[in-house]
């Protein structure tokens, strides 16, 4: 598709889009809790797809380029804006699976939900973007190293202490029951 599209088949770009539209903007909510900036940033990257499209490698999978982009671009957001917005509920539900089956346990995950949501959001802007590409994208260390940009020690250190912190975050929740345990490692 980027051979084609390199020819002007706009079609192929088209089909580029549709095909990682949805991890582009899924990655870029995480970031930036803003659905119109989460817009903005998918926009943002596909125009540096379409514009550099001469520069990328069509021997390599186009996934990292793409989510190196969207970190970028988000960070850009996250840092000129300096501020929180809406919550994101498509994170939090991926993080619980508890199935509901009675008001009482629907209360209870929804207690959950904010208060991990709380707890990723307090986490510093490096930790929550490696545990948010670790965790919910399924990227290896060696991959998240390559979209941020930085040795793969400083990803591992990123996500050892973003774990940590919010590990300490959720178990001195006192909104979370006994009974509620998240491992990850």
């Not at 817009?39 to 190196?68: A, G, N």
């Not at 490696?130 to 040795?151: G, H, K, T």
Request: aromatic share 12%.
């Amino acid at each position: 598709m980027i051979a084609r599209t390199r020819q002007g088949d706009y079609a192929a770009f088209e089909a580029l889009y549709n095909k990682y539209k949805g991890q582009v903007y899924r990655t870029a909510l995480a970031i930036v809790r803003d659905q119109g900036a989460a817009e903005d940033i998918l926009q943002d990257c596909f125009i540096k797809v379409y514009t550099h499209i001469d520069r990328i490698d069509s021997s390599l999978p186009l996934i990292p380029w793409l989510y190196r982009v969207t970190v970028n671009l988000s960070y850009n957001w996250v840092t000129r804006r300096k501020r929180w917005l809406t919550p994101l509920e498509n994170v939090i539900d991926r993080l619980t699976t508890a199935p509901r089956t009675s008001p009482e346990q629907a209360v209870e995950e929804d207690e959950l939900q904010r208060a991990v949501q709380e707890a990723i959001y307090s986490l510093n802007f490096e930790q929550r973007v490696v545990l948010i590409l670790f965790y919910l994208s399924n990227f290896s260390i060696r991959e998240i190293a390559y979209i941020l940009d930085v040795p793969e020690g400083t990803v591992k250190s990123r996500l050892h202490y973003g774990r940590a912190n919010l590990r300490q975050k959720l178990l001195g929740d006192r909104r979370l029951s006994i009974g509620v345990a998240y491992e990850w490692s």
